[in-house]
């Protein structure tokens, strides 16, 4: 494995993977034909976002929706957490 596509790896994991799992992965993408982001991404902790208050979430110091993430990142899970408005407002 290259140093870039470790990288992109550690990248995608939120960790950096040990040699056993980096050759599991790299194993599964040749068996399956899905990309090394595909098969990263079922063992990636998913990033976790608080909702702004117009909906959008920050993802790298982009501003976007739910939706537009969904589209530039189709592989990627995540959780969005949005918090009650008081009744009082």
């Known amino acids: 494995m290259k140093k870039d596509e470790k990288d992109e790896l550690i990248e ?6 040990g040699r ?13 034909g ?12 998913p990033p ?8 959008t979430i920050e993802y ?3 501003k976007m929706t739910p939706e537009q993430f ?7 899970r995540f959780v969005t957490i949005a918090t009650r408005k008081n009744k009082d407002e």
């Open 60 to 62: 790298k110091g982009q």
């Open 12 to 17: 995608l994991l939120s960790y950096e993977p």
């Open 20 to 32: 056993e799992q980096r050759l599991m992965i790299l194993r599964e993408v040749k068996e399956s």
């Open 34 to 45: 899905l990309t090394i982001a595909e098969v990263a991404d079922k063992y990636a902790m």
């Open 70 to 76: 969904n589209a530039k990142f189709p592989h990627r």
């Open 48 to 55: 976790l976002f608080i909702k702004a208050d117009d909906g």
